[in-house]
Structure formats: structure tokens, C-alpha cells
């Protein structure tokens, strides 16, 4: 043996059956956080990097709670989150999700969420902005605070603007009452950049920044099928190809909202569809059964005047 190695301190079999162990695979059961990622699988179309992200938080939440029970624990961790992304991303569905599992691993007290904006949260004339602030922690206060466009608190163009009262409360609460409540602020990737550079203390607070990535059309469609189904809708071979020509024209124009304009491209294709199969009925089309009533045609969704203009042109 090197006098290297005879430095080492050496445990045999019987003093590493001695020390106290966690059973993480119970403990994961037990929780029952298995069922909301699950759910997170089943539920959303795409986002394979959102919900990796949100499996290595679960993951270092776990640990952390079988660390604790056995007397190692690190402190209280910071949880306050940002998701970033563009509009019909996911972020509010995936907030619910994770306020789930802090419920489930016992990192908040209630599996609630409250869900605001600036207006909810800035008042418009002097000593509105703080009791309107307060009252929103109030609320959250034991769950998840979602502060939806969150950059829209920062408005340094206007002199007379109360949102940095909101903000220093705000601050404030995230520190000292961070074990008793969790703020995920959420809003576009650059604009979400702009308002840490510009409020450096809400980034030292920030523990997980999460980006959501834009559908693509093969999941866009796959959305689009979801929802029809849940409305008892479809489309045929003839409709599905028209949508995916829609969609390809669509994302490349200004606000597209990715799940968001999906859900409103078919709410309009189903009022045309209502007065195509109206119109019909009233020129003598007879009875409307089933498939007809549930049927989405390809002229349904050509009628939109995406198909007005000019098709992309191939990458």
C-alpha cells in the first residue's frame, strides 16, 4: 500500500450499513408529483426542453426534501422562476403544473395560483399602487404568484408611472416571504432580458429561468387536432392539408400566437363552417347528420384571408 492510499480513511461494509439513507424512489412516490409530470407529457404537444427543465427542478426539489429529512439540508431554496417565451407557448398551463408539485412535495402551503398583470397590481394615482399590491400577495400568499408581461411593471418613459412602487413591494416580498410564496414572472424572452438589466435585484432572485420554445406546424396541427376533438370537430385529409397551408403562411406574419391563434383560426373555420351548413339547410340541403355538423372542409379554412396573400417561400 502507498503512503498516498494509507492516508485514506477506510469504512467497511458494516459502518456505511450504519449510516442514515432516504429511499428517494418512496419518496417520489409518495408525493405523487410522478402523476403531474405525466400529465405534463400528456397534456402538452411539444416543449420537450420546458418539460426536461421542470423534471430536473422536481428532481432537485426531492432531493433537497430527502436531504432534509436526514439533517443535511442546504437552507430554504429560492424558487422564484421565469418563464420566457412568445404568446401560446404553454407558460400559464406549465405554472399551474409546478405550483402542483411545490404543493405535492410540500414547498408551498396551497396548490393554488394567482394570475395577474400590471393593471393588477399598479394603481394610477398616488397611494393606489401599494394597498393594490399588497392585496394580489395577500391573495397568493401560501401558493404561486404568475405575473403575466411582468416588463410591463418597468416603465421609465413616464416620470409619473407607480410601477416601481409595485416593484420595490414586490422585491421585498420575494425575500422575506420566500418560503411562503413562489413569484414566477413570465413574458417575451428579450423583453423579459430588458427588464432584469434594468431591475437587476428581481435576476439575484430568480432561481430557474425557463425558456418555451414556438411550436412548429407539425405541432401546431397536432394542438389543432386536440382541441377540435375536445369540441368534437375534425378535419378531413383535404382540411388537414389546408391548415397546415395555413399555418405555414400564418406564423410568418406579425402576432402570431402560436396554441393561441391555432385556437382562434379554428374558432373562426367553425363560424364558417355554421353558416356554410346554414345557408345549405336553407336552400332546400335537407336534415344535417352527424358528419356534417362535425366536419371542418377544406373550404372552411381556405376562406380565411391568409390565403390572400403570397405563399412563404421555401427555406
Not at 99 to 116: E, M, N, P, T
Not at 226 to 239: F, K, P, T, V
Not at 262 to 289: C, E, H, K
Request: proline content about 5%; glycine content about 6%.
Amino acid at each position: 500500500m502507498t503512503s498516498a492510499t494509507a492516508d485514506l480513511p477506510v469504512h467497511d461494509s458494516a459502518e456505511k450499513s450504519d449510516m442514515p439513507s432516504v429511499d428517494l424512489v418512496a419518496l417520489f412516490r409518495e408525493s405523487t408529483v410522478g402523476d403531474v409530470l405525466a400529465e405534463l407529457d400528456r397534456d402538452l404537444v411539444g416543449l420537450t426542453p420546458v418539460k426536461t427543465r421542470i423534471r430536473e427542478i422536481a428532481a432537485q426539489l426531492l432531493v433537497e426534501r430527502a436531504r432534509e429529512t436526514l439533517g443535511i439540508a442546504s437552507g430554504a431554496p429560492t424558487l422564484h422562476m421565469c418563464f420566457s417565451g412568445n404568446p401560446g407557448t404553454g407558460k400559464t398551463t406549465v405554472a399551474l403544473r409546478m405550483a402542483d408539485v411545490l404543493f405535492r412535495l410540500g414547498y408551498i402551503r396551497r396548490k393554488h395560483l394567482v394570475s395577474v398583470t400590471r393593471d393588477d397590481l399598479v394603481g394610477q394615482y398616488i397611494g393606489h399602487t401599494a394597498p393594490k399590491t399588497r392585496d394580489v400577495l395577500k391573495r397568493a400568499m401560501g401558493g404561486v404568484l404568475f405575473i403575466d408581461e411582468a416588463y410591463y411593471l418597468y416603465r421609465p418613459e413616464n416620470e409619473r408611472d407607480y410601477g416601481q412602487e409595485a416593484i420595490e413591494i414586490l422585491l421585498q416580498t420575494m425575500e422575506n416571504q420566500r418560503s411562503d410564496l413562489v413569484v414566477i414572472l413570465a413574458g417575451y424572452e428579450s423583453r423579459m432580458e430588458t427588464f432584469f438589466q434594468s431591475n437587476p435585484g428581481f435576476r439575484s432572485r430568480i432561481a430557474h429561468h425557463v425558456t418555451f420554445p414556438d411550436y412548429d406546424v407539425a405541432e401546431l396541427i397536432e394542438i389543432a387536432e386536440g382541441m377540435l376533438a375536445r369540441m368534437h370537430y375534425r378535419l378531413d385529409a383535404e382540411a388537414r392539408t389546408a391548415f397546415e397551408e395555413y399555418l405555414a403562411r400564418r406564423i410568418r406574419q406579425p402576432n402570431f400566437a402560436n396554441a393561441r391563434s391555432v385556437r382562434n383560426a379554428l374558432d373562426r373555420a367553425r363560424l364558417r363552417q355554421a353558416s356554410r351548413i346554414f345557408a345549405d339547410a336553407m336552400q332546400g340541403g335537407g336534415p344535417s347528420d352527424t358528419a356534417a355538423l362535425t366536419l371542418l372542409s377544406a373550404t372552411d379554412i381556405r376562406a380565411s384571408r391568409v390565403f390572400d396573400t403570397p405563399p412563404p417561400r421555401p427555406v
